[in-house]
Structures are given as structure tokens and as C-alpha cells.
């Protein structure tokens, strides 16, 4: 199983909910990796409501573990899960990521809800 979550800090003010901004992962399933297999899988994180995306930074942190030979990095609004998984099982773990408006002031979060996205994955590494 996958665990993926967001997590927000921050809310300029009530009004700035009603628009439903949030983060938002995709996809929304991952399939699931074969022994012995290339495996290379990206989410993908964006603004609901939010044409300027790239305004905000993205920290990203995996908990748990992978089955060996898989690893994940992350590098702007992607968390990339590639590999090749030497170890069958289930594998619980989860990625969290923080979303913050760069600002000149330090950062923050304006113009956005604090919301938590979470999505549950049920992942095994299987023979083909």
C-alpha cells in the first residue's frame, strides 16, 4: 500500500477557501511493480484552482519503505518512484509534501486553504 499525503500550513483567510484551492496528486492510482522489472512512476502535484503553480515550492518526504532496487527523488511539483525492484511483498509507505508560496518576505502560504490530500495505494511486488 501507498500512502500519499499533502499537507498545508497557512490560510490568509476564510475567503480564500471558497475557491477550493488545494493541492491535488496525480494520478490517482500507480500500478503496481514486477520483480525484476524497470519500474519508473511519477506523481504529480498542482493547485486546484491555481493557473500559477509554479509560484509555490514543493518539499516532498518519503516515509517507510521501498522493496530494494527502487528509490524515488523529487525535483520541482514530481516525486519520480523508478528502479528495479529486487524483493517481492507488500510495501506500506508514505509521501508527503509541503507547499509553500515563495515570497520575498520568507515563506508562506497565501491564497491557499490549509487541506490535507491523501491518497491510499495498494502496492505489491509480484512475478509476472
Do not use: K
Not at 498545508?8 to 483567510?13: A, I, T
Not at 517507510?64 to 524515488?72: E, I, S, V, Y
Not at 510495501?91 to 497565501?110: A, I, K, M
Amino acid at each position: 500500500m501507498i500512502l500519499l499525503s499533502l499537507a498545508l500550513s497557512g490560510c490568509d483567510s476564510l475567503t480564500d477557501c471558497l475557491d477550493n484551492d488545494g493541492p491535488e496528486l496525480s494520478p490517482r492510482t500507480l500500478p503496481n511493480p514486477t520483480l525484476n522489472q524497470e519500474y519508473n512512476q511519477v506523481v504529480h502535484v498542482g493547485i486546484r484552482n491555481e493557473p500559477n503553480d509554479d509560484r509555490f515550492n514543493y518539499d516532498f518526504t518519503l516515509s517507510g519503505r521501498l522493496p530494494d532496487g527502487l528509490q524515488a527523488t523529487s525535483a520541482g511539483r514530481d516525486m519520480n518512484i523508478f528502479g528495479t525492484p529486487i524483493e517481492l511483498g507488500n510495501f506500506d509507505f508514505s509521501v508527503t509534501v509541503e507547499v509553500v508560496e515563495r515570497s520575498l518576505s520568507g515563506t508562506q502560504t497565501q491564497g491557499l486553504c490549509t487541506t490535507t490530500d491523501r491518497i491510499n495505494y495498494q502496492w505489491t511486488v509480484q512475478v509476472m
